[in-house]
């Protein structure tokens, strides 16, 4: 993971804790994204927390996220960038994951 825009922010809106925030913040986490068949699994790998996320392009699934949100995600291939959104207690947000060079 080379950059992070808005991470903060992001977590603040989702409602992280001030703590957890800061902890995560500095995390620097390894990302890597592979393909069996249709099935794309991001793992995410950090000082902080390891997820893992295995899916189908446009099929909704169940999520349980690195700060313990259970959500319903859909993603979906936008330009070549992995963009997803999350559905939860009325609530969303909209990820947003593209490689850039080799980074």
């Known amino acids: 993971l080379a950059s992070s825009e ?3 922010d992001y977590m603040k809106e989702v409602g992280v804790g001030f703590a957890t925030r800061k902890v995560a913040g500095m995390a620097k986490p390894i990302m ?3 393909m069996n068949g249709d099935v794309i699994t ?3 790998e950090s000082t902080f927390k390891n997820t893992e996320m295995s899916f189908k392009l446009d099929q909704e ?8 949100r259970k959500v319903k995600s859909i993603i979906t291939l936008d330009g070549g960038a ?6 939860w207690d009325g609530k ?7 490689r850039e060079g080799d980074k």
């Open 82 to 87: 992995l963009v997803q959104v999350q559905k």
């Open 6 to 8: 808005n991470f903060d």
């Open 32 to 34: 890597i994204i592979s």
């Open 61 to 68: 699934f169940d999520e349980i996220t690195a700060d313990d």
């Open 42 to 44: 991001i793992r995410t």
């Open 92 to 98: 969303s947000s909209t990820i947003k994951r593209k």
